[in-house]
C-alpha cells in the first residue's frame, strides 16, 4: 500500500510540473508576443515618419524647383519683346487688330545694347524696318541688319542700350525628353509674353514647305509639344537654366502638339559678330545641298551615308569657281566633317568673304579636295 501511495504521489508532481511547464511556455509566448508586437508597432511608427519625412523633403524639392522656374521666366521676360511690321497708333503695337494685318510676332535681346533676335518672316528682309515693343511700354524703330530666310531668322537692331540680354544656351546638347518653355505673344497685347510648357520631343527634324510652287526645306529642327501659336513666331524655347535653345517659328496645324523651334546654335557666330564689331559680313559657298534626312522628301533613288549632297551651285559663286558639281557630296570642309547642312552653314558663318575653305568630296565614288575662295554674299 505504501508503495502504491509513493507511484501515486509521483504522477500527481510530474502531473503538477508538467502544467508548471505549460504556464511558463504560455507565459513565455504571451511576453515575446508582446515585445514583438511592440517592436512591430515601433518599426510602423518609424517606417511613417520616414515615408511622412520623404513626402516633406519632395514637397519642399518641388517648391524650390517651383520657385526657380518662376524666378527664370521672370527673369527672361524682361528680354522678351513685340514686333510688328506696321507701326500702330498708340503706347503699344499689341491691339485687337488682325495679327496678319500687323505682321505681330515675338523677339529677344540679344545683346544690351539693342539687338533683337526673331524670325526673317516676322521682321522681313534686310535693310527693311520693323517696330518692336519693350516691357517698358515704349515702341522702338527698328532696323533689319540680317535676314536669312533658309532658316528663318533675322537680327534687328534698336537704339537703345542698357537692355536686359538673354542667355544663349549650347543646342548641341540638348536631350529628348528633357523640359523646355516657350514664350511669346500669342494673339495681342492681353496675352503677351505668354508661357507655354512642354519637352523636347525629337531633334533634328526636316520639313518641307510649298511656297508660291517652290519646294523649300528646313533642316536639323527641334520639335517640341510647347504650345506655339500665330504670334509666338520668333520667341525663344529655353531650357530649366533659363538659356535659350531655339526659336520658335514652326507649327503643324494639322496635328495637335507638334511644333519647330530653330536650333540657337545655327546663329551664334552671327549674333557675337554683331555684339563686338556691330557689324557681320556674311561669306557664301553658293551652293543648296542637303542631308540625308531629306531623302525621305524627293523621288529619287539616291544614297548615301555621309556628308551633303549638292543639289545646286549658283552661278558665279565661290563653289562653281572651284568646280563644285550638283552631285557632289561633301564630307567636310576644313577637316571639320559634315553630316548636315547646318554643320556646313554654321561654319560658314565663322568665315569672312575671302578666306579659304578646304572642301573633301565625294564625286562618282573617288574622294577629291577642293580649294573655294568664299564670297561676300
Known amino acids: 500500500m505504501s508503495d502504491y501511495l509513493k507511484e501515486d504521489k509521483k504522477k500527481r508532481l510530474k502531473g503538477q510540473l508538467i502544467k508548471i511547464i505549460i504556464i511558463l511556455l504560455v507565459f513565455l509566448c504571451i511576453i515575446l508576443s508582446y515585445i514583438t508586437y511592440d517592436n512591430i508597432k515601433i518599426s510602423h511608427y518609424e517606417n511613417n515618419d520616414i515615408k511622412i519625412e520623404k513626402t516633406v523633403q519632395t514637397i ?30 498708340g503706347s503699344s503695337i499689341f491691339s485687337a487688330e488682325n495679327i ?68 544663349l544656351g549650347d543646342s548641341d546638347k540638348i536631350q529628348v525628353g528633357e523640359s523646355v518653355y516657350a514664350i511669346g505673344n500669342p494673339i495681342g497685347f492681353e496675352f503677351q509674353r505668354t508661357v507655354t510648357a512642354g519637352i523636347v520631343s525629337a531633334l533634328n527634324r526636316t520639313i518641307k ?34 538659356e535659350i535653345i531655339g526659336i520658335n517659328g514652326v507649327k503643324i496645324t494639322s496635328a495637335e502638339g507638334i511644333s519647330f523651334a530653330i536650333p540657337i546654335n545655327s546663329v551664334k557666330s552671327v549674333i557675337k559678330n554683331f555684339k563686338e564689331t556691330g557689324k557681320f559680313e556674311e561669306a557664301t559657298l553658293g551652293v543648296f545641298a542637303f542631308d540625308k534626312s531629306v531623302l525621305g522628301y ?55 568673304p575671302g578666306d579659304k575653305v578646304k572642301l573633301e568630296v565625294q564625286r562618282n565614288y573617288r574622294k577629291v579636295e577642293i580649294e573655294a575662295t568664299l564670297k561676300k554674299k
Open 209 to 242: 514647305f510649298e511656297e508660291n510652287e517652290k519646294e523649300t526645306y528646313m533642316e536639323d529642327l527641334i520639335q517640341t509639344d510647347a504650345t506655339i501659336n500665330p504670334g509666338n513666331s520668333g520667341g525663344p524655347l529655353i531650357n530649366l537654366e533659363g
Open 60 to 89: 519642399e524639392e518641388t517648391k524650390k524647383e517651383d520657385k526657380t522656374v518662376i524666378s527664370m521666366i521672370q527673369d527672361i521676360n524682361e528680354s522678351i519683346v513685340g514686333i510688328s511690321k506696321v507701326k500702330n497708333i
Open 100 to 167: 496678319s494685318d500687323l505682321g505681330l510676332g515675338t523677339g529677344v535681346i540679344v545683346s544690351s545694347n539693342g539687338y533683337i533676335l526673331t524670325n526673317a518672316h516676322v521682321s522681313g528682309e534686310k535693310y527693311s524696318t520693323c517696330y518692336v515693343t519693350h516691357i517698358d511700354g515704349n515702341t522702338y524703330k527698328g532696323n533689319v541688319v540680317w535676314s536669312n530666310a533658309d532658316i528663318d531668322l533675322s537680327i534687328v537692331k534698336i537704339d537703345k542700350n542698357g537692355l536686359k540680354e538673354a542667355m
Open 298 to 352: 524627293i523621288d529619287t533613288n539616291l544614297r548615301f551615308n555621309e556628308g551633303i549632297y549638292v543639289e545646286n551651285v549658283n552661278n558665279n559663286s565661290a563653289a562653281q569657281k572651284a568646280g563644285l558639281k550638283k552631285g557632289d557630296i561633301i564630307l567636310s570642309i576644313d577637316n571639320k566633317k559634315l553630316e548636315r547642312m547646318c554643320d556646313l552653314r554654321c561654319y560658314i558663318y565663322t568665315k569672312k
